[in-house]
């Protein structure tokens, strides 16, 4: 029944139904009590009164849809930034020491399950070049400055997509100039 009542094609034949069935048996009994006026007003008070709690039902029923959809998205939103924030900072602590241990690979690992759950596939497939680099520099057990360089870059251009899965699309911007931008600041940071 439950689930009946979800789908809204039938909700509405439903409140069609209820209120051409309504609507006849009101006629009916306003009919019916015409030599009565004040039956009658009674009775349209009586009608008035239901047809305020129907639409006031609907339109909090709509209103806590919308607000549990935000909710939603809100919660999302704050899963992402803290994910990739961590990330972010977790790979430059890597950097920073020139190594990986076991744990840091296992906290890699944990925070690439995070990103395949909540991440955009810009976010998800920039990352995979991250970890590329990352590999490349880990093979010999230690980062080199290089190596380092490279990392970063490719994690600044990480935080790029990082930036426009969180915000969107910003009215107005360039997003190859907003990039280009972002890498600089990196290349600036590395000299």
Not at 7 to 20: D, E, G, H, P
Not at 23 to 49: H, K, W
Not at 80 to 85: D, E, G, L, P, Q
Not at 136 to 146: H, L, M, Q, T
């Amino acid at each position: 029944m439950k689930k009946l009542l979800e789908n809204r094609t039938v909700l509405i034949l439903l409140i069609l139904l209820t209120s051409a069935a309504s609507y006849l048996t009101f006629r009916y009994l306003y009919g019916v009590s015409g030599d009565f006026p004040f039956t009658q007003e009674i009775l349209l008070v009586f009608i008035g009164a239901v047809a305020t709690v129907l639409i006031t039902a609907v339109l909090l029923n709509q209103q806590t849809e919308l607000e549990l959809r935000k909710e939603g998205q809100v919660l999302l939103l704050d899963q992402k930034s803290a994910t990739y924030s961590a990330l972010v900072e977790h790979i430059g602590e890597i950097v920073e020491k020139g190594r990986m241990d076991a744990a840091e690979l296992a906290e890699l690992k944990v925070l690439n399950h995070k990103l395949a759950m909540i991440a955009s596939a810009d976010v998800i497939h920039q990352f995979s070049e991250v970890l590329r680099r990352l590999d490349e520099a880990v093979a010999d057990d230690a980062i080199s400055g290089s190596e380092q360089a490279r990392i970063m870059r490719a994690v600044a251009r990480l935080t790029y997509f990082m930036r426009h899965d969180l915000l969107g699309r910003i009215e107005g911007e360039d997003d190859r100039e907003v990039l280009s931008d972002i890498l600089a600041n990196a290349d600036d940071l590395e000299d």
